[in-house]
């Protein structure tokens, strides 16, 4: 019986571990992911592009249809 209780413990303490994990994940590191890939297809979109003297560009992309423009920094493509 000890041996079962020990087992289920160590079970409880590795759903709680991924979980955890799980959480530091979802909250910490996706939004960085998604706001690099949401860039990178606003940067791949840009037009009317300035150079801001530090390795970035500042340009304009479509946000919809019906011709909404915004501003957006993205990287140079020379450098």
């Known amino acids: 019986m000890k041996d079962a209780t020990g087992e289920l413990s160590m079970t409880a303490?590795?759903?709680v571990a991924i979980?955890?994990?799980?959480v530091v994940f979802t909250q910490l590191v996706?939004?960085?992911i998604k706001k690099n890939i949401t860039?990178?297809?606003h940067c791949?979109?840009?037009y009317g592009?300035?150079?801001n003297g530090n390795s970035t560009v500042k340009c304009f992309y479509m946000t919809d249809d019906s011709g909404t423009t915004t501003?957006?920094?993205?990287p140079?493509?020379?450098a």
């Open 76 to 78: 140079s493509q020379s």
């Open 13 to 15: 303490i590795a759903v």
């Open 49 to 51: 592009c300035t150079d």
């Open 19 to 22: 979980a955890a994990i799980g």
């Open 44 to 46: 791949s979109e840009a």
């Open 30 to 32: 996706w939004p960085t």
């Open 39 to 41: 860039r990178s297809a």
């Open 71 to 74: 501003d957006i920094i993205c």
